[in-house]
């Protein structure tokens, strides 16, 4: 038989055989306590958890799915994405050493890294979110110790050759850590490409319901697992049972979401790339998008994340377009089942390379509405911005 598809594998491992009559899905298991009926039992982790921060069952299947998605030897849980980011870093460097990683990485990341790793004696420097697999390198020195990718980078969409970084780092003995959010360890499996370690907001698409927040962290090394490990152990991090049971209740269906979600962005970015209002729209899974070359090597599907140029205008405009819609949620994140806007420009401060963008920037993240409506939707917030724009040019300020 051939292998299984991961549609397949994610529901599969539900209702494998063998163990017993029960429900098809785990109980949410609320511990901190776990009983033993004898002394010589309480000792012996082999029986199970022997206490609630050792993850109960609905945990335990979570991170299976998890690893399997990811085609690593293990999964851990954090009680956020952020949190799966930094502690691979917290794990795996030493003060003296230095991070390498895009100067359009998520905004938390970088705090993270400008504030608290800088405060501890590890620095790092930002490559330019367009740069090139050599000039990424050029920037690897002595003291690099880890690169850090994110691709598409945010807000901008960027796509950086993982394969071929993976492979130099590993042949200059530098780390590699992926945030592989947009993908949703669905769309690129960055450990297949020699990338060490495979980072994702669950909270996204896996969770896919807009109502948690998580991470998870996937690894092959043994060594960088047991590093990782110890790291949690030693943080305490922990996840809750209910929200690892609604995680793992996402990812039956993660798939089929990610999958239309992606058609209907599709739809929406090719009615968007034709609207005169609009300069480009930054999705790489749209032909003649930044990224999209890589995207269709490397990649076999993508989130349903786009950022829009609007061609010119300002703050005032950008709202106005976001009144002007009823259908698009105004909120942060992205990968539930619903449709949000926000509006992006004010982020691109933080940059050390403000990317030239010919107006203002705005995000969409296309849910699982019919896409024929969610045109509708924008249609009206683009005669709202027009309005606007109109506006501005009878009455200059
Ligand atoms: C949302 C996001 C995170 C952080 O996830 P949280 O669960 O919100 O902490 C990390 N990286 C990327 C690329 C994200 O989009």
């Not at 990718?149 to 969409?157: A, D, K, V």
């Not at 806007?341 to 849910?367: C, D, K, N, V, Y």
């Not at 683009?382 to 009455?395: F, G, M, P, T, V």
Request: net charge negative.
């Amino acid at each position: 038989m051939p292998p299984l598809s991961d549609r397949t594998r994610l529901i599969a491992s539900a209702t494998r055989r063998g163990q017993g009559r029960r429900p098809v899905n785990p109980p949410v298991e609320r511990a901190s306590t776990m009983l033993s009926d004898d002394p010589a039992s309480m000792q012996d982790s082999t029986r199970g958890p022997v206490y609630g921060l050792d993850g109960t069952s609905a945990a335990r299947e979570l991170r299976a799915a998890l690893a399997d998605l990811e085609g690593a030897s293990d999964a851990f849980l954090l009680p956020s994405g952020l949190a799966a980011v930094t502690v691979p870093l917290l794990a795996l460097l030493r003060p003296g050493e230095e991070v390498v990683t895009s100067d359009a990485v998520y905004g938390p990341t970088r705090r993270f890294l400008t504030r608290h790793l800088a405060a501890r004696g590890i620095s790092t420097r930002f490559h330019p979110a367009d740069a090139s697999t050599a000039e990424i390198l050029s920037l690897c020195g002595e003291r690099t110790r880890l690169l850090l990718i994110e691709s598409p980078s945010s807000l901008t969409f960027e796509v950086i050759d993982v394969p071929a970084l993976a492979t130099a780092c590993k042949a200059r003995g530098v780390l590699t850590v992926m945030d592989n959010t947009w993908a949703a360890g669905l769309a690129f499996r960055p450990l297949h490409h020699g990338v060490d370690v495979s980072v994702q907001a669950v909270t996204k698409y896996a969770a896919g319901h807009s109502d948690l927040v998580m991470g998870a962290v996937a690894v092959r090394d043994p060594g960088i697992a047991r590093t990782i490990l110890h790291t949690i152990e030693d943080m305490g991090w922990h996840v809750s049972p209910d929200d690892a049971w609604l995680a793992l209740r996402g990812l039956r269906t993660l798939p089929l979401r990610y999958n239309e979600a992606l058609k209907s962005a599709l739809q929406v970015a090719e009615w968007l790339q034709a609207r005169s209002e609009i300069e480009r729209v930054l999705f790489p899974p749209l032909p003649g998008s930044v990224g999209h070359d890589l995207w269709r090597r490397d990649y076999f599907g993508g989130a349903a994340l786009m950022g829009v140029v609007m061609k010119g205008g300002d703050k005032a405009s950008a709202h106005a377009l976001m009144q002007g819609l009823s259908l698009f949620g105004m909120g942060y994140s992205w990968g539930g089942f619903e449709s949000l806007i926000t509006h992006e420009s004010p982020q691109l401060s933080h940059r050390l390379h403000t990317p030239a963008l010919s107006g203002q920037l705005l995000r969409l993240h296309i849910g699982l509405e019919d896409p024929t409506d969610l045109v509708s939707d924008l249609e009206k917030g683009l005669e709202a911005w027009r309005a606007l724009q109109d506006s501005n040019l009878q009455h200059p300020a």
